[in-house]
């Protein structure tokens, strides 16, 4: 009987969290009728809806948000200790999940990766590229990467980077078309590379700062991407100017193939930080992970 609850609690949390029966079914290695069948048996022994289903979506009820708020955390705590378990073990082993951005994987985790693997080869690592902000927590990741401010305080931080800041490029042939700007008040007049971090969010206004003033500057232009990534290279083809972080840009910095500009109005940001919730119960996977992505100031020293 035990064993019947909890399977259709888990049942119940992958419809929740995938809000979707198919995706669900296919974590759970069933079809999507069994599953269907588990969760209306689970709802008429609770007697209360948990699911609203269409033909399109699926959605909690009332009594369906609050029991996933209840049994959700309970459940990723068993799995914590479980792995925790791990320690028993002669060599660290599990899947870890890192919600991260692309840019931040070619800075910070690919030049790691290759030692790591070959160093850990019981750990799987899933990098999921995400530039919407998702809460970690519920979406079940076992760590995320952000800007040290913007990271809440109930989280475990590391920091994985040095400070950075945004620098405005552009490549040779677009300079040849276009005068360099003076100041950021003349971005305006240029053609410049977008980014949208949500789809239902704001175009990225541009972030500057003169003698302790901080503002922005909205800028225009064809293109929009939600992956800076694209952006540096849609500069690289002289499409327009970008706003992107300094390190990532320097190699083509460095061999003329992008021209930086007004860099002295460019702020420098925390670093990035590798973050995680303070309750997690860390398996010895991911402190490995932890310990190799670690920022050391005296690491080539």
């Not at 690289?236 to 100017?241: H, P, T, Y």
């Amino acid at each position: 009987m035990a064993n019947s609850k909890m399977n259709d609690l888990q049942a119940f949390l992958a419809v929740a969290q995938q809000q979707s029966f198919t995706k669900a079914a296919a974590g759970l290695r069933v079809t999507p009728s069994a599953l269907s069948h588990t969760i209306r048996n689970l709802e008429e022994k609770l007697g209360v809806r948990l699911l609203t289903r269409t033909t399109r979506n699926v959605s909690l009820t009332e009594a369906g948000v609050r029991l996933f708020e209840s049994v959700a955390p309970l459940l990723e705590q068993i799995d914590a200790e479980l792995d925790a378990l791990a320690e028993l073990r002669d060599k660290p082993k599990g899947t870890l999940r890192i919600s991260c951005t692309d840019d931040q994987i070619e800075l910070h985790l690919r030049p790691m990766l290759s030692t790591f693997l070959q160093n850990y080869p019981d750990i799987k690592l899933e990098l999921y590229v995400d530039y919407g902000f998702t809460n970690v927590v519920e979406a079940r990741f076992d760590a995320g990467i952000r800007l040290g401010e913007d990271i809440s305080k109930d989280m475990i931080a590391v920091r994985i980077g040095p400070d950075w800041r945004l620098v405005v490029v552009g490549s040779p042939a677009y300079f040849a078309r276009q005068p360099k700007p003076a100041t950021p008040y003349e971005l305006t007049e240029h053609s410049c590379i977008n980014i949208r971090h949500r789809v239902a969010g704001a175009i990225y206004a541009w972030e500057f700062e003169k003698q302790g003033r901080a503002f922005t500057v909205k800028v225009e232009g064809q293109l929009v991407f939600n992956s800076i990534m694209h952006v540096l290279n849609a500069a690289l083809d002289g499409i327009g100017l970008a706003y992107v972080p300094e390190p990532l840009a320097a190699p083509y910095l460095a061999d003329g193939r992008l021209k930086a500009v007004i860099t002295d109005w460019s702020p420098y940001f925390q670093g990035f930080h590798l973050y995680y919730p303070n309750r997690r119960q860390a398996s010895p996977a991911f402190m490995a992970f932890v310990e190799a992505i670690r920022y050391r100031d005296n690491r080539d020293k």
